[in-house]
């Protein structure tokens, strides 16, 4: 089993930023990818931003420009910065066995419990 926490949400203005933390533990993998979700209130999971295992990156087209993913060892890191009130949600980091990141919830097999990212107008 791997274990994923997550930190570093809170409660931020608009144009402010907020940088999450995923802490990896646990099994370990040869090569595995790491990806970030998010959920809104009434909302599905949403993809966000995923890094390789070589360290490829890719975003959703609302966070280009804005959010950087990055992973250092056994933890990932989401910066945000130029936050949106529409970037409110819960913020879930996962990863996948594998050196491909996926952009998809089923791809990914185990999860965070997520951290609460608001940010006011």
């Known amino acids: 089993q791997v274990q994923l926490a997550e930190s570093g949400g809170g409660l931020v203005q608009a144009g402010g930023s907020l940088r999450l933390s995923c802490a990896a533990s646990?099994?370990?993998?040869?090569?595995?990818?790491m990806g970030w979700f998010r959920q809104a209130p009434g909302k599905e999971r949403e993809f966000v931003a995923g890094?390789?295992?070589?360290?490829s990156t890719y975003y959703a087209d609302p966070v280009k420009g804005r959010f950087t993913i990055s992973r250092d060892k056994n933890t990932g890191y989401l910066q945000m910065s130029s936050l949106k009130p529409e970037d409110t949600a819960v913020y879930y980091c996962?990863?996948?066995?594998?050196?491909?990141?996926?952009?998809?919830?089923?791809?990914?097999?185990?999860w965070g419990q997520g951290t609460q990212v608001t940010v006011s107008s």
């Open positions: 996962a990863v996948r066995a594998g050196a491909g990141a996926g952009v998809v919830v089923s791809q990914y097999d185990y």
């Open positions: 646990g099994r370990t993998f040869s090569s595995y990818a």
């Open positions: 890094i390789s295992w070589s360290g």
